[in-house]
């Protein structure tokens, strides 16, 4: 087909009046397995996996030339652009084990990089360039890359992840819907630290990510309220123990086809084996999810702190739920919660041990004071929330996608 057979201008408005629905998860949710589910969906337009479109184009250096800002999002691959390259070859992609797909575990995708680039030439010829439309002419010429009847896509999927990089989406498209996955929260903070730990121990094996684990943990859609109130949650548990429900109710909110695809864990139709961060593989829908993964690793008043800080929640989505001091427990929290976590003190004793001197046991001892003091801040918002905010609830949980 050439250039001449197709009308750029009708189609990127098709794409541009698309539904919006961005994936953001709070943690080990299980967001990538969520999105391997849509892959082959063909009402569904989308680029495979977590990136963060404007946080790269905030540090793009050739926003002034169309064709040099098309290949500098392509060969992209650094943190700040969650790695583009490995969208158009999957094998750059070894934490996601796009590397290891197909059922022998040695396939990858590729996709046409030259088509993609002609397309992207050819939507922006006499188009403004801006983040908006660059955003959009994206996800427009990757579908096309990749062979997709953009005519019969209903919505435009963006896995952006992280409810902080909402802010700036909100610039660019002022109304759009999230989905957020929920999972039992002691099992989402021991599945962080302890997988993150097995792959990469000294990056991730300390305070800051710890805190940072928790307060995403803590916070969950509440920090996705300053940018919309179109909010749905997937409870991860539900997905793997009754996906027939979670997908009809997913594609009856959208007016999608409810389609056998949609119980298969692939990335461009290639079957995928879960992440590296997991260790072993996983095969698509596993009963184990509903499995404790805290004891032993969270102490007694780090379960009894959670179960009361976030006991709302726990009863709300049907997770084990045991707090039997209803009437002390504000008075029992606000002492607790200036004990140390297990995981604190795990955590500072072995950068302190991993110090190879004066300097780095000081740091080490510093940054652990500081992030145990923000968590003790969390948890005395929290307690306060608990105990005085009657509507916690209602703005945490605005829809469920699978009814109770």
Known sequence: MTKKDIDYDKIFLHVKNLKKVLLVATGRTGSDFFQSLLDSHPQILQFPGGWFFHQWWQVARCR???????????WCNSPTCSNHIAKFKSYYNTEERWDKLGDAKNDYFEVDIDAFRNHMLNIFSGRELNSQNFFLALNLAYGMATNINIFNTKILFYHIHQSDKLAAFKEDFSDF?????????????????????????DVMYNSSFLHYTLRRIFQGSEAILPYTNNIRSIKLEDLHLYPEVVMKEFCGAYGLKHDDCLFLSTYHGKKWWGDEISGKYLDGFSNNVTKKKWPGKLSFYDNFLIEYLLGNRLKHYGYDHKNKLPLISPLISMLLIFLPMKYEVKILLYNLKSSKNLKNFSKALVWGTFYYLLRVRLYLHFTIKRVFNSIYLEKYYTKDIVKR
């Open 177 to 201: 819907d999230v989905i957020t996955m929920v999972r039992e929260p002691r099992n989402t903070l021991v599945s962080g630290v302890e997988n993150w730990k097995k792959y990469k121990i």
């Open 64 to 74: 002034n030339n169309v064709s040099d800002l098309v290949n500098e999002f392509i």
